[in-house]
């Protein structure tokens, strides 16, 4: 096998992230039943794809022309890659971007075995059938266009990088913010019932005034059928007010609650517990109006830049925030 300039070798990678994307959204499309538009890159590009081509033509080098050794080289190599790529997105973004973890013998989730059997037929496919033809069209590339194709090639993909890498960093903080938002309200709930809650009945229609997805069921169940025609960004903005709305409407609940106890806790307190409790009820009413004020004051733009991602990546998944994950899902549906 020919070896290759840094120049032909870069073409070459950003040749093989282009199949792989069009590979992909083409597979995943049809299994979704509707398009995708894979990646975690912005352009058509899929780097995944084009760094699994370039180690498997540099593992194979050596053993070209034996296609058992071709198949063993090439997939030893391509699973390595994806288990590291798959291991490192998640430390960093704490979000699973392909997940084998319903496969038969899988590491991790990150690699299975069927996988890499597929790399290894693919390694064949792409030293014997497919790199020969696209070596020979590289040739014939003029020498001096080489470098400054791949120049501006590289550095077209470096700002998409960085664009995509920062959307992705935006999905992991929304993630635990959203969570950790999430977690505190139930807090606060629990702890208002304790003030809030005289009675049974009292508790029923305090726990249904602060259950999220009761609210948000309510609110979808009035939503007429013109919304249905809207963009999908103006669909997302809809269903985020919800969201957000649903939010400060238990806050509200809760707060409201809280005030009440805090103008009768002479009748509901000892007066050897009534400083302690008062303290105690301003701490908490502090944070609902802190919670409240972070959701009026949300900027839409990181749950846009998140749900592009999860849109190509219908399949995500996230070990610590599965719940939030979903939760921005369906968001994402409208």
């Not at 180690?55 to 050596?62: D, E, K, R, V």
Request: net charge positive; hydrophobic share 45%; with cysteine.
């Amino acid at each position: 096998m020919h070896i290759y300039t840094t120049g032909q070798w870069v073409l070459l990678f950003f040749f093989y992230c282009f199949c792989g994307w069009v590979w992909e959204c083409c597979y995943v499309s049809l299994c979704q039943r509707h398009w995708v538009n894979r990646g975690f890159l912005h352009g058509p590009l899929l780097p995944i794809y084009g760094s699994g081509a370039i180690i498997i033509l540099l593992a194979t080098i050596p053993v070209a022309e034996d296609l058992r050794l071709v198949w063993l080289f090439g997939m030893l190599a391509a699973t390595a890659l994806e288990y590291v790529t798959g291991d490192v997105m998640e430390r960093i973004f704490k979000v699973r971007y392909w997940d084998y973890s319903n496969q038969k013998c899988n590491l991790n989730g990150h690699i299975c075995l069927t996988s890499s059997i597929a790399w290894g037929f693919f390694s064949i496919l792409l030293v014997r059938f497919v790199h020969p033809p696209i070596a020979r069209l590289l040739a014939r590339v003029p020498a001096l266009w080489v470098d400054p194709l791949a120049f501006l090639l590289t550095v077209a993909f470096t700002v998409d990088a960085v664009r995509s890498v920062q959307a992705a960093l935006d999905l992991r903080d929304l993630l635990a913010r959203a969570a950790e938002e999430n977690e505190d309200l139930r807090r606060l709930a629990k702890r208002a019932e304790v003030y809030a809650a005289f009675a049974r009945d009292d508790l029923r229609r305090f726990r249904e005034k602060t259950e999220l997805e009761t609210l948000l069921l309510h609110q979808r169940v009035g939503q007429d059928l013109a919304e249905r025609r809207q963009a999908r960004a103006e669909r997302v903005e809809a269903s985020l007010r919800r969201l957000t709305a649903a939010k400060l409407e238990a806050l509200s609940t809760i707060s409201g609650a809280l005030e009440t106890c805090r103008d009768h806790l002479e009748d509901l307190a000892t007066p050897e517990t009534l400083a302690e409790r008062r303290a105690d009820l301003e701490e908490i009413i502090r944070r609902v109006r802190q919670r409240e004020a972070a959701l009026q004051n949300r900027s839409s733009a990181p749950y846009h830049r998140s749900l592009r991602l999860l849109r190509a990546h219908p399949t995500a998944t996230a070990r610590d925030f599965g719940e939030t994950l979903e939760t921005l899902k369906k968001l994402g549906k409208g």
